[in-house]
């Protein structure tokens, strides 16, 4: 064990220092793309970020948010999971764009009557029938009425209940025809919003930039209504929506919520979004490099980011085979951290079976997973009998990596194949396998085949931290 202190580095996306720090990805290049696009662009925008859960959407998001601050645009960031406890986000993204626009020399004076043509839109969508349903049931609590209906049963209370269906209905009635009535003034009240806001942005010297992120994890009918409330409300120019999802995510929460067929596809969305911006391919094996030698760090594996040593090559081997996104990998990683034992040995299994379940001590495992270890560090491997010395003397040469249990483990594998094929030379060949895999075993052995399931146990009743 290389050090026992953990180095747990937790995010601060509220107070990110520098623009990018820290870029295992090379996010950087897709943001300084977008600020360029942004700038280009002579009309409003809505444009959609879409990766999949733990690809880094509000790593990427925040450090680019700060780009464009110091780069002297104007930014909003907006978490909509925060803020899904409202009924309707107009109010909310207009006083954000308010703030901003306080802020800058040329757009601060125009700011009240923003505000002020704001306040009427939004009273304008209010809906008129709740309110009045929650006229009718403060007038029933008020009244006593609704606890005589709960003592006296139905029948009782019939008249008193028909009497208030009447009231009821005159005042829907009275409150579509007062929306009718409004519903001029309210066009009119709309066109000279977006005018003045219109007027107002384009005094900005750079585009406005408003990142919506966690829209895939809030009230799908949140959502949906703030991306109609952008579409409908905010398509002025020099102002941009950058709408941060997993889109099959939140296709799927909607159709959940509504109950939708399977024929609601991601062409509804499209109708709002002018374009979908998909993450890069995070396969770059080097990248995956970066963040393990980070990682790995952290909880102390390695003395250093630049040390090499077997658990860190076998590890890489595990995650080329396995292919986790960042924040899968992360949670591995930390998962390993909490069941990790005092035994070198022992961890290089217990970080196999963190990875996958299913891992086996049969050569098969071994021989895929080593594979992508020797297609990764470049070396051609002809006959997979010869896979373990070939690495063994790979890490020897090269890293000066003296001990690979791994590579023991795939040769005594290939050797007792070998020596022992048939059925007679069976037991001799599980009195081998026994004193092969007690050094690696959690519990005492008593026969082979208890190697995995005394794994099994001890890291599937450990923590478990993937939910």
């Not at 209370?157 to 209905?169: N, P, R, T, V």
Request: some cysteine.
């Amino acid at each position: 064990m290389v050090n026992d202190q953990l180095k747990w580095d937790k995010d601060n996306f509220e107070n990110i220092e520098e623009a990018w720090k820290g870029d295992l990805w090379d996010r950087r290049r897709l943001g300084e793309q977008l600020t360029q696009y942004v700038d280009r662009l002579q009309c409003g925008a809505v444009l959609a970020l879409d990766a999949k859960w733990g690809e880094g959407k509000t790593w990427f998001v925040r450090n680019w948010a700060k780009h464009l601050d110091e780069t002297n645009h104007n930014v909003i960031y907006l978490d909509a999971f925060a803020n899904d406890y409202l009924d309707d986000p107009f109010l909310v993204i207009t006083s954000e764009i308010a703030n901003i626009l306080k802020k800058d020399k040329s757009t601060k004076n125009s700011v009240n009557k923003l505000i002020e043509l704001s306040a009427s839109v939004g009273t304008a969508l209010l809906p008129s029938l709740p309110k009045v349903a929650l006229t009718i049931g403060l007038h029933l609590v008020g009244a006593g009425l609704l606890s005589g209906v709960l003592q006296q049963g139905y029948e009782n209370a019939k008249d008193g209940i028909d009497a208030l269906s009447d009231e009821a209905s005159e005042r829907i009635k009275e409150s579509i025809q007062e929306k009718i009535a409004g519903h001029e003034a309210e066009k009119e009240t709309l066109k000279e919003f977006k005018k003045h806001l219109a007027d107002t942005v384009e005094k900005l010297e750079n585009p406005l930039v408003f990142i919506i992120d966690e829209l895939d994890r809030c009230r799908p009918d949140f959502a949906i209504r703030l991306i109609e409330r952008i579409k409908h409300f905010f398509d002025i120019p020099k102002i941009v929506f950058v709408l941060v999802m997993n889109k099959p995510q939140l296709l799927q929460s909607v159709k959940s919520f509504y109950g939708y067929g399977s024929e609601m596809t991601e062409d509804y969305f499209e109708k709002f979004i002018d374009l979908t911006i998909k993450f890069p391919n995070n396969g770059n094996l080097i990248n995956y490099e970066t963040i393990l030698k980070e990682e790995l760090y952290r909880i102390g594996e390695v003395k250093n980011r630049e040390e090499f040593n077997e658990f860190y090559f076998w590890v890489l081997a595990l995650q080329l085979y396995k292919k986790y996104n960042s924040r899968e990998l992360k949670r591995k990683i930390n998962q390993y951290a909490i069941l990790k034992t005092n035994d070198n040995k022992k961890n290089l299994v217990l970080i196999a079976f963190v990875f996958d379940v299913e891992f086996s001590k049969n050569l098969k495992f071994y021989s895929v997973v080593l594979t992508k270890l020797a297609e990764n560090l470049n070396h051609y491997i002809g006959d997979s009998k010869y896979l373990g010395n070939t690495l063994i003397n790979k890490l020897r040469n090269e890293y000066s990596i003296i001990e690979s249990n791994i590579g023991y483990l795939y040769n005594m594998q290939v050797n007792l194949n070998e020596k022992y094929r048939t059925a007679g030379q069976q037991e001799a060949k599980e009195f081998q396998m026994l004193e092969i895999y007690k050094p690696f075993a959690i519990c005492e052995l008593k026969q082979s085949d208890d190697f995995i399931s005394d794994w099994k146990n001890y890291v599937e009743s450990g923590f478990n931290l993937n939910n």
